[in-house]
């Protein structure tokens, strides 16, 4: 194995956040099967790189749907979401003027 494998595994996680790429994150993962896999048997890793290959070409469905699912609230029905838990803020209370105190001046 590599001696700077914690590095070149650093790397690739830093470079994965970075670029936001179909291509690059197959090349990335494959990479990653080399670098870790490196003393297993070529059909090993050609059916791990296969894999990665099937799942970013067909990402798996995880039963969210697609848009054309979506069905939006109706008139006057509330939009779900984390906003609907919040409560409105409070009023504000009114300040009160501050008075100042005119100290007379004694000559």
């Known amino acids: 194995m590599r001696d700077n494998l914690a590095q ?3 790397n690739i996680l830093t470079s994965t ?4 790429n ?3 994150m197959r090349r990335i993962q494959k990479k990653v099967v ?3 896999f490196s003393g297993e048997p070529d059909d090993v890793i050609k059916e791990m790189e296969d894999s990665i290959d099937d799942e970013i070409d067909n990402p798996p469905d ?3 749907g697609d848009e054309d699912d979506y069905i939006p609230p109706q ?3 509330p939009i779900p979401g984390p906003d609907l838990e919040k409560k409105p803020p409070a ?16 000559k």
């Open 75 to 77: 008139e006057g029905e």
């Open 22 to 24: 179909k291509e690059f």
């Open 91 to 106: 009023p504000k209370k009114p300040v009160p003027e501050k008075k100042s105190k005119v100290i007379p001046i004694k």
């Open 62 to 64: 995880f039963g969210f």
């Open 17 to 20: 956040v970075i670029v936001q």
């Open 34 to 36: 080399r670098l870790m």
């Open 8 to 10: 070149d595994l650093e």
